[in-house]
Every structure is written in C-alpha cells, then in structure tokens.
Nanobody, 124 residues
C-alpha cells in the first residue's frame, strides 16, 4: 500500500506563486510516474501535469503550460509542482497520483494511488 500526502496549498493573490509537494510512503514507487490533477467545484477532475519515474518525460495541460513546473526528488519519493503566474481559474483542490506511465495518462483511471488533496485558492 502506498500513501500519498500533499502539502503546500493555500490562499494566494492572482499573479502569485505556490509550490505543492507530494510525498509517497509505504511501498516504494520507484517505477511509477507521478501526476497532479485538480478539481474545481462542480467540475470533473482534470489532468495538470505528469513526470515519469526517471524525470525525463514531463507533460502539462495547455491551461498550465509555461506557468507550472513539475519535478521530483526520488531520494525521498517526493514530487513538486511549482505554480507561478497563478490565475483565479487555477483555484481547485489539487491531487497527487501515482501509476505506471501509459499513453492515456490524462485519464484518472490509470492511476493506482491518490492523495487526499490540497486546496489552492487564487484571489483576484
């Protein structure tokens, strides 16, 4: 069993920055890709970003491309999401997920493990 714990959410003004962290504990996930999703009230959970186990492959949604950066520290099984130039529409609960890298990585079904989520609120 793997437990993913997110942290770093909070309230920030438009144009500001936040860094989210997700640390895995339990069984090692050395061969798993780590991803971030988000869900705003009334919306479906949507893909934000993914990084492969090696860190060589990174993907971003169009909505965050150029503003968010994903990176991981495999020494402690932690993935980070550096968010800059935040917009009001980035407001959501952000979830960390772990799973094997597949072509349909934007689909929530391919992930084996999920964190509990961390709230990000961007004020105008």
């Amino acid at each position: 069993q793997v437990v993913l714990v997110e942290s770093g959410g909070g309230l920030v003004q438009r144009g500001g920055s936040l860094r989210l962290s997700c640390t895995a504990s339990g069984r090692a996930i050395r061969d798993h890709a780590l991803a971030w999703f988000r869900q705003a009230p009334g919306n479906e959970r949507e893909f934000v970003s993914l990084i492969s186990w090696t860190g060589n492959s990174k993907y971003y949604s169009e909505a965050v491309q150029g503003r968010f950066t994903i990176f991981r520290e495999n020494v402690d099984d932690t993935v980070y999401l550096q968010m800059s130039s935040l917009k009001v529409e980035d407001t959501a609960v952000y979830y960390c997920a772990a799973g094997y890298l597949r072509s349909n990585f934007k689909n929530t079904d391919v992930y084996d493990y999920w964190g509990q989520g961390t709230q990000v609120t961007v004020s105008s």
